[in-house]
């Protein structure tokens, strides 16, 4: 099981999942999330913000530094975002909510350390793409996306 907290350039996303592993130096992730966030002036709209939620699979590698483990691995999500919006156009303020499911695949390095023998804690720093598939509304943000998290992971 892990609980995972990321920062991102325009607000934060707090996740649970399930780690399965493969082999001594792989796994699968199965996480369930869920973000909130203010585009400020980085939107596309003057104003952009709202909250969404998200699942998503990945898979990660290992190299063993005595108990301790440096870790790469790649992550897909998928989000179901609900992004309020706002524009002042000749004195008038033109507002609404755009419904957007993103896809957002990244690529992610960590360093593993071992708290207590079922309790580890690992830091992260990720990068990707946050790409817009379906809109229903006005077009919002997307884009390049950096993250930097850490997870607490609690092992069998």
Do not use: C
Request: charged share 20%; proline share 3%.
């Amino acid at each position: 099981m892990l609980i995972e907290v990321q920062l991102h350039q325009t607000g934060s996303i707090a996740k649970t999942g399930i780690n399965h592993p493969l082999n001594k130096s792989s796994e699968l992730e199965f996480i369930l999330g869920a973000t909130i966030f203010d585009h400020s002036s980085l939107g596309i709209q003057q104003l952009e913000r709202g909250s969404g939620l998200g699942l998503g699979f990945g898979y990660k590698r290992s190299i063993r530094a005595s108990s301790d483990e440096l870790r790469y691995g790649i992550r897909n999500e998928i989000w179901l975002k609900r992004v309020y919006w706002e524009n002042l156009m000749n004195g008038e303020i033109e507002s609404g909510f755009t419904r957007v499911l993103a896809i957002q695949p990244t690529i992610l390095i960590g360093y593993e350390f071992k708290i207590k023998k079922h309790l580890h804690l690992f830091p992260s720093l990720a990068a990707g793409i946050e790409a817009n598939t379906i809109i229903k509304g006005v077009p919002v943000k997307q884009g390049f996306i950096g993250l930097a998290g850490v997870a607490i992971i609690l092992q069998k």
